[in-house]
């Protein structure tokens, strides 16, 4: 059974930070790209990063140099540290996963909330 499981949504002031995590099971975790996706309310589902098997990283334009994405291929782990957090990066964060020779996402987590206020 494929589960992914998202941790570590919080609330937090602008300017701090925060890291989620994302445990994998049930799918061939080595060999996939793996990724996070948020969706604020109101807003289509955006790709935020990603990470291929072989640790090569693709990041939103919207986040280079605040997020970094990473992976642990003996614990099926994957991290999003989140630094200068801005309001407007306030929305639920969803794991997921996809082959590397495709675009279609086959598996998404349930998603971790992550508010960014005052």
């Known amino acids: 059974q494929v589960q992914l499981v998202e941790s570590g949504g919080a609330l937090v002031e602008p300017g701090g930070s925060l890291t989620l995590s994302c445990a994998a099971s049930?799918?061939?975790?080595?060999?996939?790209?793996m990724g996070w996706h948020r969706q604020a309310s109101g807003k289509q589902r955006e790709l935020v990063a990603e990470?291929?098997?072989?640790?090569?990283?693709n990041y939103a334009d919207f986040v280079k140099g605040r997020f970094t994405i990473s992976r642990d291929n003996v614990n099926h782990t994957i991290h999003l540290q989140m630094n200068s957090l801005k309001p407007e990066d306030t929305a639920v964060y969803y794991c997921?996963?996809?082959?590397?020779?495709?675009?279609?996402?086959?598996?998404w987590g349930q998603g971790t909330q992550v508010t960014v206020s005052s």
């Open positions: 990470i291929t098997p072989g640790g090569n990283t």
């Open positions: 049930g799918i061939l975790f080595r060999g996939l790209v």
């Open positions: 997921s996963f996809r082959d590397l020779l495709s675009q279609r996402i086959q598996g």
